[in-house]
């Protein structure tokens, strides 16, 4: 029998090649797996993933990816970091089921309900439109990415500190970008198990506070934390090439921490597990894997 085939749309990003890999590790025996880009000639690291064929695909092109689509069985819509991401989802969504793709995993955020944030704006009119397709579909809803410390990277070699506008004691539930790539990748290998379903998938919850605690333990120097505010935060952003659209986003996640909004602060933290029977990735184990790139 032929095997299923597993589309990844949006596979060049942090969330689209870690699915994909997870895809290629554990499933390239079962599944037929395609990682969807917009130039398949600047996609050598998913070319070099066992199992994987690179297919060129552009989000929103409706006529040409109803095409593409022909034989998908799941497909992972990963949202550009775009700001009309929801047109660009949705009429992927829409040209998957023209193409009868039987089942559609979306990636949202887990404030999606926050309507009058940016992002909460952006992702609940992606989670209504498809939820109204009559697909079978599974939001997959990611927050913070831990991965987004390596941001602090040149303030703690330089000067041992940390510097974010964050309240340092208040807690919040981010996500290892390797541990988002394996529960999208087990939802696409079996997503029968997952239909119609919204799931928050976090990692652990800690503090700015506890990150500073763990580098201090793993770099042997006393890491701080240094607080600014958030306009000095956003200036920031936009000063490494981030749109003012996408910072002010930042600063909203960050101001809904400091509020302790359960958007940010997620109460269930067994989703990862749920999903994938496996313990996810710790603060610690993270920072001790990455260690060499902070000192």
């Excluded at 085939?5 to 599944?31: H, M, P, R």
């Excluded at 949705?90 to 193409?99: H, L, R, S």
């Excluded at 602060?265 to 603060?283: A, C, V, Y």
């Amino acid at each position: 029998m032929a095997k299923p085939v597993v589309f990844v749309i949006g596979a060049s990003g942090n969330i689209g090649f870690s699915t994909t890999q997870a895809l290629s590790t554990k499933y390239a025996d079962k599944l037929e797996i395609r990682a969807g880009v917009r130039d398949p000639d600047k996609a050598d690291k998913l070319k070099a993933l066992p199992g994987v064929t690179v297919v060129k695909a552009t989000q929103g092109d409706k006529e040409q990816l109803v095409k593409t689509f022909a034989g998908v069985s799941a497909l992972y819509i990963v949202a550009p970091g775009t700001e009309n991401r929801a047109e660009l989802a949705i009429k992927t969504a829409e040209a998957a089921k023209e193409a009868g793709v039987k089942h559609l995993l979306v990636l949202s955020v887990p404030t999606y309900e926050v309507t009058s944030t940016v992002f909460g704006k952006q992702f609940t009119e992606i989670e209504t439109a498809v939820s109204k397709l009559g697909v079978p579909y599974t939001f997959i809803r990611l927050p913070l990415f831990v991965e987004n410390y390596f941001g602090f990277k040149e303030t703690i070699q330089k000067m041992s500190t940390i510097i974010l506008p964050v309240d340092p004691t208040k807690p919040y539930t981010p996500v290892v970008v390797a541990d988002a790539g394996k529960a999208g990748a087990a939802i696409l290998a079996d997503p029968s198990k997952h239909v119609n379903k919204g799931y928050c998938v976090v990692s652990n919850r800690h503090t700015h506070g506890d990150v500073a605690k763990v580098f201090s333990e793993v770099l042997g120097k006393e890491v701080t934390i240094t607080t600014n505010k958030y306009e000095e935060a956003k200036q920031l952003l936009m000063s490494i090439g981030i749109p003012e659209w996408q910072a002010d986003g930042g600063m909203e996640l960050y101001k809904l921490i400091d509020s302790g909004s359960t958007a940010t602060n997620q109460q269930n933290l067994s989703s990862f597990k749920d999903i994938t029977g496996e313990e996810p990735t710790s603060l610690k184990d993270w920072v001790t894997g990455v260690a060499p790139a902070f000192k």
